[in-house]
T-cell receptor, first 115, second 114 residues
Framework: GAVVSQHPSWVICKSGTSVKIECRSL??????MFWYRQFPKQSLMLMAT?????????EQGVEKDKFLINHASLTLSTLTVTSAHPEDSSFYIC???????????FGSGTRLTVV | DQQVKQNSPSLSVQEGRISILNCDYT??????FLWYKKYPAEGPTFLIS?????DKNEDGRFTVFLNKSAKHLSLHIVPSQPGDSAVYFC?????????????FGTGTRLQVTL
């Protein structure tokens, strides 16, 4: 089946630094990818929709200048958390949309801890 | 505004019995519903889905029921196995024309006991 590879699986960074998370579709082309964030014992909250070759669409309340999304190719989307703060510590998950017939494939997630 | 809700945060079921997980939604525009299983620090794994034109979909031990008038869906797992212990999320989407973003429920932690 389709695989979405997400790296790193976990990262610890210092407050004020930036962290990049990669999401790759390994055996299919993903024109649309989604980025979610999950706080402990809470639901997955959609942060933004990433479209290849165009600007990402951010959900209400998500700072686009803080969470930079780049979808430069059909197989790679990146999320960069800029000037990270401890409150950005969370579990970030990407998902690739394969069209209505095939649905969504999720990455394995990235645990970000900002100290 | 939580458009998709799972009112039971946890459920404990004996091995071999039926597990019933419930989900309610408020947005009548949703036309596609999915159930995912999730372990801590992992991405969700797709289980089963249902389109709004159907009221039931079955796949092995998993059956999803949709009651559109009540805006309610449920996932039945029969028989329940210890390996089913995880957090289950329902999710809903509506076709926007280019992509269908998912709205997730709050999750139900299922524990299947021996």
């Amino acid at each position: 089946g389709a695989v979405v590879s997400q790296h790193p699986s976990w990262v610890i960074c210092k407050s004020g630094t930036s962290v990049k998370i990669e999401c790759r579709s390994l055996d299919f082309q993903a024109t649309t990818m989604f980025w979610y964030r999950q706080f402990p014992k809470q639901s997955l909250m959609l942060m933004a929709t990433s479209n290849e070759g165009s600007k990402a669409t951010y959900e209400q309340g998500v700072e686009k200048d803080k969470f930079l999304i780049n979808h430069a190719s059909l197989t790679l989307s990146t999320l960069t958390v800029t000037s990270a703060h401890p409150e950005d510590s969370s579990f970030y998950i990407c998902s690739a949309w394969q069209g209505r017939n095939y649905g969504y494939t999720f990455g394995s997630g990235t645990r970000l801890t900002v100290v | 505004d939580q458009q998709v809700k799972q009112n039971s945060p946890s459920l404990s079921v004996q091995e071999g019995r039926i597990s019933i997980l419930n989900c309610d939604y408020t947005n009548s525009m949703f036309d596609y519903f999915l159930w995912y299983k999730k372990y801590p620090a992992e991405g969700p794994t797709f289980l089963i889905s249902i389109s709004s034109i159907k009221d039931k979909n079955e796949d092995g031990r998993f059956t999803v029921f949709l009651n559109k008038s009540a805006k309610h869906l449920s996932l039945h797992i029969v028989p329940s196995q210890p390996g089913d212990s995880a957090v289950y999320f329902c999710a809903a989407s509506f076709f926007t024309g280019t992509a269908s973003k998912l709205t997730f429920g709050t999750g139900t932690r299922l524990q299947v006991t021996l």
